[in-house]
């Protein structure tokens, strides 16, 4: 029983044995490939013109009706036939002017065949599309400005380079102009930003026109060295720089204001001096009138020592005078001093009022700024030999000094 078992398996066997090897025979006499699944004729790499129209037959090694093709993430335009592989392309311009497709870029596409009843049965591969164009759609430069501008010294100006990109984008931009000016921010690429700041002394003082034209080129390539030229003309104008004219008025105010109080303290000394000689010319005039007086008094007494007195003393009065002259003489110089200190004095003071900053950007701060220059130059020579107060002052007394009654009246213009 053991043995008739066993000769019958081996029997089974090599039937099974024989009929695969017919099975095979007969399959390689009809032409079938009985190796695993692939693509015959697939082409790695398509190049497409635009506008134009691709028909290609994918063929496999199998029935192909026993598998279904397709594809993923294709570029729009891209399809497969699910049934027989046949793979078309139709590409419009329109796509590109969209900005749904690119020319010149490698588009990868996934490729798939499977079998309809057996999944593991199936094949996945990639092929690469590039569309091209000959026509040239040309890339420029376009700044976010217009092509003429104007901006005042100490002004930012600042824009944007954008690009309209053709068939060939734009990889690179570079800038020269007529005059030595350079971005603060780095230009190299589409959509960096130009940004230059106007120095105040851009324009020199010698200059007869006060403005002058920047031409400004940006000229941008592509990859084959084709290039675009962007041109931007500046205007840039004289301007005043508030910052350093402040400070340069402040400064020039201050000294002028500490030169009043100089002044001031000048003009007291003179005029103590003025009243120190009138004082004592008035001592020696009432000493020679009581003399005349009193001569007169004795020369009508009775007594003739008296009178003889009396006649001796309106000599000694008028001895007086010579004496007088000397010891005291008369102080027009000091009074002409007097007054021109106090007149340089007033006028310096209604320049101060009239020539105040108006705000912190008073156009007319040049103008005021001279003046006071002016002024203040022309009185320091006029009063160049005038003594100035080396000690400090105390501006609350001059002030009080200088404003008081007695002397307003002394020096007020009368009428004759």
């Keep these: ?228 030229t962007a041109l931007i003309e500046i205007t840039v104008k004289e301007n005043i720089n508030y910052p350093q004219q402040a400070l340069e008025f402040e400064n020039l105010y201050l000294e002028v204001t500490k030169y009043i109080t100089q002044l001031k303290s000048s003009f007291r000394i003179v005029d103590r001096k003025i009243k120190k000689v009138k004082r004592t010319r008035t001592a020696f005039d009432l000493t020679s009138a009581s003399t005349a007086l009193g001569g007169t008094i004795f020369s009508s007494l009775p007594n003739s020592n008296q009178q003889t007195a009396g006649k001796i003393l309106p000599s000694i009065g008028v001895a007086l005078v010579p004496v007088k002259e000397a010891t005291a003489p008369n102080s027009s110089y000091e009074q002409n001093t007097a007054t021109l200190i106090r007149s340089s004095i007033k006028r310096l003071e209604y320049l101060l009022t009239e020539n105040r900053l108006v705000g912190s950007r008073d156009p007319d701060i040049l103008n005021k700024s001279r003046k006071l220059r002016d002024e203040l130059k022309q009185t320091q020579i006029q009063l160049i030999d005038i003594p100035i107060a080396e000690q400090a002052p105390n501006e609350k007394e001059l002030d009080e000094y200088f404003n008081s009654p007695k002397v307003n009246k002394k020096y007020k213009m009368r009428r004759k």
């Design 1 to 228: 029983m053991k043995k008739t078992g066993l000769l019958f398996t081996i029997v089974i066997i090599s039937a099974n044995a024989y009929c695969q090897v017919i099975y095979d025979t007969i399959q390689k006499q009809a032409g079938v490939d009985t190796a695993s699944l692939r693509i015959k004729n697939l082409n790695p790499y398509f190049t497409i013109h635009v506008d134009s129209a691709l028909r290609y037959q994918l063929e496999i090694n199998k029935d192909m009706s026993q598998y279904y093709w397709f594809i993923k993430n294709s570029p729009v335009g891209v399809k497969i036939n699910k049934d027989n592989g046949l793979l078309t392309t139709k590409v419009d311009k329109s796509f590109f002017l969209s900005g749904r497709l690119k020319y010149d870029y490698e588009y990868r596409v996934p490729l798939s065949v499977q079998n309809l009843n057996n999944p593991a049965d199936k094949v996945d591969t990639f092929f690469t599309m590039l569309f091209y164009s000959t026509e040239i759609i040309p890339s420029k430069i376009k700044p976010t400005v217009t092509s003429n501008l104007f901006i005042d010294e100490g002004d930012t100006l600042s824009f944007k380079l954008q690009c309209d990109n053709g068939s060939f984008p734009i990889e690179g931009i570079n800038y020269i102009s007529n005059y030595a000016i350079k971005s603060s921010t780095n230009i190299t690429h589409c959509g960096d930003d130009f940004t230059w700041v106007a120095p105040f002394d851009f324009i020199k003082e010698n200059e007869k026109e006060k403005q002058k034209k920047i031409n400004l080129y940006f000229i941008g390539s592509t990859k084959f060295h084709v290039s675009d």
